[in-house]
Nanobody, 118 residues
Framework: QVQLVESGGGLVQPGGSLRLSCAAS????????MGWYRQAPGKQRELVAT???????NYANSVKGRFTISRDNAKNTVYLQMNSLKPEDTAVYYC????????????WGQGTQVTVSS
């Protein structure tokens, strides 16, 4: 059974940093596009950042220059380094693994809470 397990969330002051991790128990991890999404209370889930197996990345405008997505294919893990955090970054952050080639797989983690507050 595929599992995505996020970790690294917590409470941080504005301007601070956090690093989220997501360990994926999938076969052929490098074939998956990995992504981070977030959902704030009363809002829809939104894309934060994605990284294809090739290494190409995509970021939401609101996090460009502050957040960095990376992956370690040897460890089946994707990371989200979040710097210069703002209160509006407060949300539950979800990890996603997507594969769309000869098969279609779309997996989600359980989410990790990030709260930015003084």
């Amino acid at each position: 059974q595929v599992q995505l397990v996020e970790s690294g969330g917590g409470l941080v002051q504005p301007g601070g940093s956090l690093r989220l991790s997501c360990a994926a128990s999938v076969i052929s991890f490098s074939t998956y596009a990995m992504g981070w999404y977030r959902q704030a209370p009363g809002k829809q889930r939104e894309l934060v950042a994605t990284m294809a197996g090739s290494g190409s990345t995509n970021y939401a405008n609101s996090v460009k220059g502050r957040f960095t997505i990376s992956r370690d294919n040897a460890k089946n893990t994707v990371y989200l380094q979040m710097n210069s955090l703002k209160p509006e970054d407060t949300a539950v952050y979800y990890c996603n693994a997507l594969r769309r080639d000869i098969v279609y797989y779309d997996f989600w983690g359980q989410g990790t809470q990030v709260t930015v507050s003084s």
